[in-house]
């Protein structure tokens, strides 16, 4: 029987109230070492218009775009923070749902 790493395992998140402000804190596996790389997707579908923020802290953004409709975001390269701060606000979204894909790369995994 094989079991999977949890240091290399792709983690989940799913933006439930998708017409409500939410923040999200993703954050490392414990015992990954030092963080040198992100990969995030964000994928689902709106009925309408939302901002989604990728940064550092709630006053320092990385990336900030404008989504609506079908939503396939794919944010990767290198990062060197143990978490990383998502900040969703709806526009004018009424329904739909987002599910954010992740994994930190650390010193102890590829």
């Known amino acids: 029987m094989v079991f999977p790493d ?3 395992t792709e983690r ?3 933006i439930k109230n998708i017409d409500h402000p939410e923040t999200i804190e ?3 596996n414990k015992n990954q070492g030092y963080i040198h790389g992100l990969r995030l997707l964000i994928t689902g579908k709106l009925d309408g218009k939302a901002i989604i923020k990728q940064g550092f802290s709630d006053s320092s953004f990385y990336r900030i775009d404008t989504i609506d409709n079908a939503v396939n975001l794919n944010y990767g390269g290198d ?3 143990d978490n990383c701060l998502i900040i969703y606000k709806p ?3 009424k329904t739909g ?3 954010l894909t992740y994994k930190f790369f650390g010193t102890n995994n590829p």
């Open 6 to 8: 949890p240091i290399n």
């Open 26 to 28: 993703l954050s490392k």
């Open 97 to 99: 749902e987002l599910k």
């Open 91 to 93: 526009l004018s979204v």
């Open 79 to 81: 990062w060197y923070q």
């Open 12 to 14: 989940f998140k799913v």
